[in-house]
């Protein structure tokens, strides 16, 4: 990872100032040198929490709410890199794996199921060294080139332009095109944009049609370049601003397809970035993308995804909602250029990044998911549907078998990560109106500095009236007795389900595909405008109130 990144995130993690909730006292207490005051540290957090039960208030008025939560907070990402596009979604016509035109059944159903509302491609970094016109025409005759980002691995472009936006018709998704500006020309992006979205008699639309596709396809979403600071041509924001200026002056409007034009953004807590580029560009872009990693470094080890500890969990979790500061000190900067919120905030890379599974190859980014990994995902969720004024979408880096992905394949197998159940429990918050609440739960400072509160919730209206209310008890030891005031609504039950397991770093492999699942919640009842339900530890419920 570039040195630019590097540097911003170290600087958003100085000031250090260790705080030993009680779990992590049991840690410390190991140290002779301060043995004797833990001791009495320890016996004190103890007991209170043996004589008193997790307790927690929320309030939720059901008929208030303006804002509707965009489903693209819930986008995808799929990029050149590993596995995620050969042997994830595609496997060719050929495979023995069972498929659909090419795109492997079981994984395609499965996103299906997902309601996956958006999906960025090709990448990533991978992006800025793609030329377009080596992924049309016929197979055999495309040209190879080394993914030099990823592992070097040789990338045959069987799977590009037709073979991605046929998937997105097919999964019902909005594309999300993410152009080439690090190693592209100007000329190249303006007529990617016309093979794809061009009706007319225009070069660009014959060669499609030469290719097998008629009728233009509709994107609307397209990223002018990605990680420009980075990956995406080590730049400066002040050359970036006036590169995006011009690349994006001739990607044109076709034939009532409106393009939705994305500047590469900042890496978490680099501000700098999004002032030039509000300043800069300013309302040439409809959108200004950011990058938000769970990581714990960008150099040195990561840590497993699934050995850990429990102070590794906690600091995960304060590291996760971190991002609720970056994301308001983002907006705070587009606020002043921008006051009627025009611009969206786009948090098109997002999730976990642990170190590679042992035995897989390096560079390819292939991690495991465990129960810990659905915290990030539901914990980054509840914190996005707060800022849905200015953010408008958010895609979690990525869909198969790269980094915090949905689904994990392995030859004609495939799992279900916990993340994925956290997304496909949360759907129904796709398109909803946002229901504000307050809540009140104990909190505990964890590593570096962070406070966590022990509960996190959102709740939502659909089009059709329902309330959907999901909660987490990131507690790793303790149920929490939750109180929800309820008002503006009535409803007499709560169904749903609830996802958790008997570890935290349990996770699903190929040999047990079903350890951490979703299962019927039935903790919860409704008596007088009050629900009142009981969290077990480290769970995360979805309710909807009938
Ligand atoms: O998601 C993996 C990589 O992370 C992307 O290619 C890049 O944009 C980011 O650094």
């Not at 958003?12 to 207490?29: A, N, S, V």
């Not at 795109?103 to 800025?128: I, M, Q, S």
């Not at 190879?144 to 991605?164: A, C, L, Q, R, Y």
């Not at 739960?441 to 509160?453: A, E, H, I, W």
């Amino acid at each position: 990872m570039d040195d630019a990144r590097h540097h911003a995130l170290d600087a958003g993690m100085t000031g250090h100032r260790p705080f030993l909730p009680y779990y992590i006292h049991i840690q410390t207490f190991m140290n002779p040198m301060t043995n004797k005051l833990l001791i009495g540290g320890l016996l004190l957090t103890a007991s209170l929490s043996l004589s008193a039960q997790r307790s927690a208030t929320l309030t939720i008025e059901a008929d208030r709410g303006t804002q509707i939560i965009p489903k693209e907070i819930y986008g995808q990402f799929a990029e050149h890199l590993g596995t995620c596009i050969y042997g994830g979604l595609w496997v060719g016509e050929d495979s023995s794996i069972p498929n659909i035109q090419g795109y492997r059944t079981d994984v395609f159903n499965a996103l299906k199921e997902l309601h996956v509302p958006v999906l960025r491609w090709p990448g990533g970094c991978f992006a800025d060294e793609y030329h377009w016109r080596d992924g049309i025409g016929p197979r055999e005759q495309r040209p190879k080139m080394v993914n030099n980002n990823w592992g070097g691995t040789i990338e045959d472009n069987s799977f590009g332009t037709h073979e991605f936006l046929n998937l997105c018709e097919m999964l019902g998704c909005e594309p999300y095109i993410s152009g080439n500006v690090g190693s592209g020309t100007v000329e190249e992006l303006a007529k990617w944009v016309e093979y794809m979205t061009s009706e007319d008699d225009s070069p660009m639309a014959r060669l499609r049609r030469q290719n097998g596709r008629d009728k233009a396809w509709k994107v609307k979403y397209l990223g002018v370049g990605n990680e420009s600071w980075g990956c995406g041509g080590s730049m400066r924001p002040e050359y970036y601003a006036d590169l995006y200026r011009r690349y994006s002056t001739y990607c044109r409007n076709y034939d009532g397809n409106r393009l939705f034009k994305i500047a590469s953004g900042a890496s978490d807590y680099d501000y700098n970035w999004t002032d030039v580029l509000m300043d800069r560009v300013g309302g040439r872009m409809q959108g200004l993308s950011l990058h938000y990693y769970t990581v714990a470094g960008w150099s040195g080890s990561k840590g497993s995804a699934t050995e850990f500890t429990d102070e590794d969990y906690y600091w995960t979790l304060g590291k996760c909602r971190e991002v609720e500061d970056v994301i308001k000190k983002h907006c705070a900067i587009m606020d002043r250029y921008d006051p009627k919120k025009q611009i969206a905030l786009i948090l098109d890379e997002w999730g976990t990044w642990w170190d590679e599974e042992p035995g897989t190859v390096s560079g390819h980014l292939y991690q495991q998911n465990s129960l810990r990994d659905a915290f990030v995902a539901s914990l980054s969720l509840d914190i996005f549907h707060k800022y849905t004024d200015r953010l408008k979408m958010a895609n979690i880096a990525q869909i198969v078998n790269v980094l915090q992905s949905m689904i994990l394949t392995k030859d004609d197998r495939m799992v279900l990560t916990p993340t994925y159940y956290v997304f496909k429990m949360y759907r129904v918050h796709q398109d909803a109106t946002y229901l504000p609440l307050e809540l009140s739960c104990t909190t505990v400072d964890v590593r570096d500095g962070r406070r966590l509160p022990l509960l996190s919730a959102t709740a939502s209206r659909d089009k059709e009236g329902r309330v959907h209310l999901s909660l987490s008890n990131v507690d790793l030891n303790e149920a929490q007795e939750v109180t929800v005031r309820l008002s503006g609504i009535t409803a007499r039950k709560a169904v749903g389900e609830v996802l958790t397991s008997a570890a935290i770093t349990d996770y699903n492999s190929f040999e047990e595909p079903d350890r951490v699942r979703p299962v019927p919640f039935k903790d919860a009842k409704i008596e007088k405008g009050v629900l009142r339900l009981t969290l077990p530890a480290k769970s995360i419920v979805t309710l909807e109130l009938q």
